[in-house]
């Protein structure tokens, strides 16, 4: 799976968009871009995927590049609850790798009143 | 009722015991996987299972054995726990008609070898 890096921490006001980025320059054709979130030491939480389309649900909202080397993932109205660490994460759809996903440290945003 | 849950939510335990950790889930996905996270770090794979007869080593499997005793049931041994399997340890499932990679956690178990 292609390797992601994330910075490792940002900050946002509360009420404001936050933009979350994730450089993937090595992914390849069917690699999809995957997002989690894990709130203070629980599980981690799905949020949103997608392979070379934006895509928007109820969490968020996903840009990927033209070229697919880089992706945004946006909370149009980040809230106190919204910090958290945020991963990104580029896997396979199918395969020997199905399933297999890999957590870097990903970038622990801070959302201040 | 939590869909994914996980006993015991911590266990504090001794070098060379034998420990076992059980994630059952209530979605009905077939399958299942054991991560562990250590402080400041991003999870680790152990263990994943693609169906009851299905049973694969992930990233960090030395140490560990899984059982899939039902298809909602997936549990992590340690044989002869130590000390840096010292972790919070997760467990996850996924249905294969969502490609295998939404997952959802269990809220983790924070395992203590002393």
């Known amino acids: 799976d292609a390797k992601t890096t994330q910075p490792p921490s940002m900050d946002c006001a509360e009420g404001r968009a936050a933009n979350l980025p994730c450089n993937h320059s090595?992914?390849?054709?069917?690699?999809?871009v995957y997002w989690y979130r894990q709130i203070h030491s629980q599980g981690p939480q799905y949020i949103i995927h997608?392979?070379?389309n934006n895509e928007t649900n109820e969490m968020a909202s996903l840009i990927i590049t033209e070229d697919r080397k880089s992706s945004t993932l946006i909370l149009p109205h980040a809230t106190l609850r919204d910090t958290a660490v945020y991963y990104c994460?580029?896997?396979?759809?199918?395969?020997?790798?199905?399933?297999?996903?890999?957590f870097g440290q990903g970038t622990i945003l801070t959302v201040h009143p | 009722d939590a869909d994914v849950t996980q006993t015991p939510r911590n266990r504090i335990t001794k070098t060379g015991k034998r420990i076992m950790l059980e994630c059952s889930q209530t979605?009905?996905?077939?399958?299942m996987y054991w991560y562990r996270q250590d402080p400041g770090l991003g999870l680790r794979l152990i263990y994943y299972?693609?169906?009851?007869?299905?049973?694969n080593k992930g990233e960090i499997s030395d140490g560990y054995s899984v059982s899939r005793q039902a298809q909602a049931k997936f549990s992590l041994s340690l044989e002869s726990a130590i000390p840096n399997q010292t972790a919070l340890y997760f467990c996850?499932?996924?249905?294969?008609?969502?490609?295998?990679?939404?997952?959802?956690f269990g809220p983790g178990t924070r395992l203590t070898v002393l």
């Open positions: 996850a499932t996924s249905d294969w008609t969502s490609g295998g990679n939404e997952q959802f």
């Open positions: 090595t992914i390849s054709g069917n690699e999809y």
């Open positions: 997608g392979l070379k």
């Open positions: 994460i580029v896997a396979n759809a199918g395969g020997t790798s199905y399933g297999k996903l890999t």
């Open positions: 979605k009905g996905h077939d399958r």
């Open positions: 299972s693609f169906d009851v007869k299905d049973i």
